[in-house]
């Protein structure tokens, strides 16, 4: 890997190791429905990353607009299609992560992240045509070894799991076919559909706005510490690297997950999973074995 590649690695880890403690704020709002969560987070994000790109990003969002325009009625149909659907798929698992975590328990929602890079890098394999060599075959043997033997537990954990894994792979999948544009307009386009889509059901279904200062204080840092900036280096770092690479590097996200589950929020595990944890680890390094040992080059020829 080039040097100048090591910024996208460096994004695509960060972002997961964020959303390994996404699971703190979602818990202190355990007492508010999952929906309302979820309508609350979206539009309070909308509103500080439209902000952001009309502030900052002016020119970004302009040579956007530019190239789209350029483009032939197909070309923009594709890409109407491809933020659509991508803003279902990220909805669905927005829900789905929010529901798992306040209803289910927090190692289904973990447990999804585990289940997620092995759907990402098959499906980068055949849709993207994107090569796996035998090094990261072996890994996603692995990784499917510690999955079958988390998956010995619960069937109503694992099907959540798989629930959310699916949706947020084939979302990373569609975000690698669109690199023509820039990532946070991407995500700002994409909230906002979400916006248009929510609206109707948060109408019909409205029951009071919040009053609560703990709520919006939660909701706040959900929406940019936890939405758009995570988000944004994950969808960064597809710039650089193939998304089955960061559908592995997604196992950054359950391990710091199921940390917090144990010492911050106490529960229990015992043996069995410690062991599946491990191989999951295991399988990290496996499969990234050729970046890691490219950036511990690079820094002992920096020193």
């Not at 890997?1 to 960060?14: D, K, T």
């Not at 959540?160 to 947020?168: D, G, K, P, Q």
């Not at 709520?215 to 960064?236: D, G, H």
């Amino acid at each position: 890997m080039q040097p100048s590649n090591f910024r996208y690695f460096f994004a695509g880890i960060l972002s997961f190791a964020i959303w390994g403690f996404f699971s703190i704020p979602l818990r202190n709002l355990k007492a508010f429905p999952s929906e309302e969560i979820l309508y609350y987070r979206i539009f309070t994000s909308v509103i500080f990353i439209w902000l952001a790109i009309f502030i900052f990003r002016k020119k970004q969002l302009r040579t956007d607009l530019v190239y789209f325009k350029s483009l032939k009625l197909k070309g923009k149909r594709n890409i109407l299609l491809q933020l659509v659907v991508s803003t279902l798929l990220l909805m669905g698992n927005w829900y789905t992560y929010i529901y798992a975590v306040n209803n289910v328990s927090l190692q289904s929602a973990a447990f999804a992240y585990m289940v997620c890079p092995l759907i990402t890098a098959f499906g980068g394999f055949i849709i993207l045509k994107e090569e796996l060599s035998g090094l990261k075959l072996i890994s996603l043997g692995i990784a499917l070894l510690s999955i079958l033997l988390l998956a010995t537990g619960s069937l109503v954990e694992v099907s959540w799991s798989v629930i959310i894994a699916s949706l947020y792979a084939f979302y990373l999948i569609i975000q690698r076919k669109m690199q023509y544009l820039d990532k946070l307009n991407v995500l700002a386009v994409q909230i906002g559909l979400a916006v248009l889509l929510m609206l109707p059901l948060y109408l019909a279904r409205h029951a009071g706005f919040p009053q609560s200062l703990w709520f919006w204080e939660n909701i706040t840092v959900i929406a940019v510490f936890f939405t758009i900036i995570p988000l944004f280096m994950s969808l960064y770092a597809l710039i650089g690297i193939p998304s089955s690479t960061l559908g592995i590097i997604i196992y950054v996200n359950p391990i710091i997950a199921f940390a917090v589950a144990i010492f911050y929020f106490g529960e229990q595990v015992n043996a069995h999973r410690l062991f599946a944890y491990t191989l999951l680890l295991a399988s990290v390094l496996v499969f990234n074995w050729v970046i890691i040992k490219d950036i511990l080059t690079f820094k002992i020829k920096k020193t």
